[in-house]
């Protein structure tokens, strides 16, 4: 090759100049002489390493044995400990420096982390039942799956609602970024957007899972089914009187027991509920609430049907030069 | 930092107990004392080196030349053999185990991966002939494409049916879970779900891509486009008297050449036909046969357009505060 | 473990020369012999620097002051220059060397590349003012996150429009392939598909994301909102004699400022206009333009409500074995 390197030579200090006013011109988007803040990469870890912990054998580490067990969750469990610990505290004190930049947030931050920890740690066997019934549900209710192993291993809709269930748990104990920061992440992996603030139920199913939305404020029964594109949102969105949105007010609905929702199903509204037993068809638009044990489809939008071809325009056979449809979107 | 770390101190053997106890109390979501398994993360490695292979030059090394290439095939076999006949022995191997986990299933499995590994990599260069093919079609088909090495560089579609293609060979070899692995890897980068067991014809092209649901019984003939978010789905799920979801059965619908399914087209059923030469617009639901050089699109819904202003009432300018818009969803 | 390694054996020579042949047969998806090519992953690495250019402290190095942040932009600044050069001119001397094989490229590309990586670098600090109004306008709109932070952190539309303006800068400077690559890599880690030719005012912001595509021609206004799923694509896509898709026609709609996009809303043709200060609502389906201060809403399709439960037919409870919807998609 003839084109040899890029040199910014003496223009460097220059260039350098100025990213640096631009940093200084805008404190909104850099984070710069501030102490906390959660670390996604260390998040991301962390969420491997819970489901290591979590399906021992599946993830991470193989060919575990009676034997071996103990000592390789003695080594996962400080490692998660520590992770979880430190980011839950800048998680903690990252909205305390920022809302009230004087004061040194360290110490009560840090004792509240610490207790935060713990309690999330000791929720992991209850998260884990809770997922051996999502694994069942998804073996029992997607014909194209072997057993539950396949599930652990492939499942997309498992991946979200593991994820999501464990950054609910911190959501629930009150910490901020953190839980959004591993639903995301599952949501870069899935396509699957569950919100760390949803509730739901036992034996929960997602198949394919690309497209669904489920928001903050959503709550989910037992024994429900998910399709790929299902929205739970919000009907409006209430702002205060500088016109931004207001957080945590119930925007989203409510979905009863043994309530199945087909592929593209949109449901709106956080007074929406859909009642026990019922089955939302696919692409149907609800935004007011649906009794128990219903059956709700819509009536699909005519079609118009026409044949493409004429008599006397004969067309060339179909792949080749020359070829072109008559419609196209 | 005032923080310092986390430590579990004595407890630790008290929390290691709790999870330990909580994998014994349910067997259905750890793999320990088992041998066999598929591992995730080879076979995504292997997926990388097919592709290496497949696409010389644009995926892993750079920079061949006639005079390397040789070595370069010669050095990626091996691997790629390797690769193949573990996932494939523990794919099998696991299936054996999990149903008869008396039985000692090393040697009849080993063989049969042994054979079946062989047979993979005889269809690799037939395999290479239909993806050629695909990337003439995106080429073809996308007006936002310059060449076909922008194709492999950066089309999500290509990458769904290059994955599938390969996976699709090996569950027509019978292997379980393995090819599902390949999938859902595919699915995670690209948002496009073909499940292994779909035939699909030469000359294949998917645009965009996310949201696209291709069932396991599909069957795709030549020739045949499909944009972002179209479903070829099941319409009913057939099961067994333990409600339990029946497998194999062809419960997804025949695409034959030619056709055209625009973006968020819904086509249900094992019974559903759509005729040759077809054109299937967007946004339009079927689930009954189409006859062959048909258009068929939907009658929109009625649009409902109200103007937002009203003179008694001037609003502030957009996008300053105070400004509320009348309607959100 | 019984089953042993693989072996190829002496037939390694035999399959090696198989693959090779299929090279040689299909120069189409072969990258073997030529010099120019943009390298993925390198183009990836870029794409991550440069986000770690943009929103300093929350991308890569962490722990910035005051009093090390020159010198960190100075560390950066070289590797950006270097890899942008080197991929703007395999992207650039690729075209040349493939529309004029006989030709030796190097030179005047090297030169190009020169020239447009400088002008490139110095539009940093103008495409950084832009995104920070555009973290600004998800926390405005999004009434799930908490402050501007976590917009940064874990925002996936702000991940797609960041990497879509950097893009964007390389297409505006003719740059082929590349910048296509860098905003595959966003749609293949959000769902969200901007096309880098979209042309996109001030202060945008998409919500949850996934499905979203945005085509090449599309001109988007300031204060412009998307939701999940909404599609601004083309009605027609025109063709040469041979059948070819003709590339860079506007074929894509107008978005005038401060419109909203609801979920799955689909706008379609090169002609189309959104009118300013319009709502477009849920799963609205245009093709012809809307006038400026709009409400559009779709009427739903009729929907049909039954009960499933009838008193002859007593069903087991929903969730035990024999438990059958009646209804499913």
């Known amino acids: 090759m003839t084109e040899g390197g890029f040199q910014f030579g003496p223009k460097l200090s220059e260039y350098v100049d100025k990213i640096v006013a631009s940093y200084d011109a805008d404190a909104r988007i850099r984070h710069v ?3 906390y803040l959660p670390d996604r990469v260390e ?7 819970l489901l ?11 060919n575990l044995t009676p034997n071996n067990v103990a000592r390789h969750v003695g080594d996962l469990l400080p490692e998660i400990g520590e992770l979880t610990y430190r980011q839950v505290l800048h998680s903690l004190c990252h909205v305390d420096e920022t809302e009230n930049p004087d004061a040194s947030p360290g110490k009560p931050c840090a004792a509240k982390a610490e207790q935060v920890s713990f309690a999330f740690i000791d929720a992991i066997p209850a ?7 999502d694994v069942q549900a998804v073996r029992d209710g997607d014909p194209a799956v072997l057993n539950m192993d396949e599930v652990i291993l492939a499942c997309p809709g498992l991946l979200a609602i593991s994820v999501q269930r464990l950054a609910h748990a911190l959501y629930a104990l009150d910490v901020p970024i953190m839980p959004r920061i591993m639903t995301e992440w599952a949501h870069s992996k899935t396509g699957i957007d569950i919100h760390p603030g949803a509730r739901i139920g036992r034996h929960f199913f997602i198949d394919h899972g690309t497209g669904v939305v489920i928001g903050e404020t959503t709550v989910i029964g037992e024994h429900v089914k998910v399709y790929q594109g299902v929205t739970l949102g919000a009907l409006s969105i209430p702002r205060d009187d500088r016109g931004r949105a207001i957080r945590k007010t119930k925007r989203h609905p409510t979905v009863k027991d043994n309530v199945t929702l087909y592929a593209n199903a949109i449901v709106l509204g956080g007074e929406t509920v859909i009642g026990e037993n019922s089955v939302i068809g696919g692409s149907v638009f609800v935004t007011s609430s649906v009794p128990p044990n219903s059956v709700v489809t819509f009536k699909p939008p005519e079609l118009r049907l026409k044949n493409r071809t004429s008599p006397e325009s004969p067309r060339p056979p179909a792949g080749q030069p020359g070829y072109m449809p008559d419609y196209t979107i």
């Open 33 to 35: 002489g501030q102490v």
């Open 43 to 49: 998040i991301v870890r962390l969420v491997r390493k």
């Open 52 to 62: 290591e912990l979590i399906y021992p054998g599946f993830v991470g580490r193989r």
């Open 127 to 133: 998260i884990r039942e809770m997922l051996a019934a």
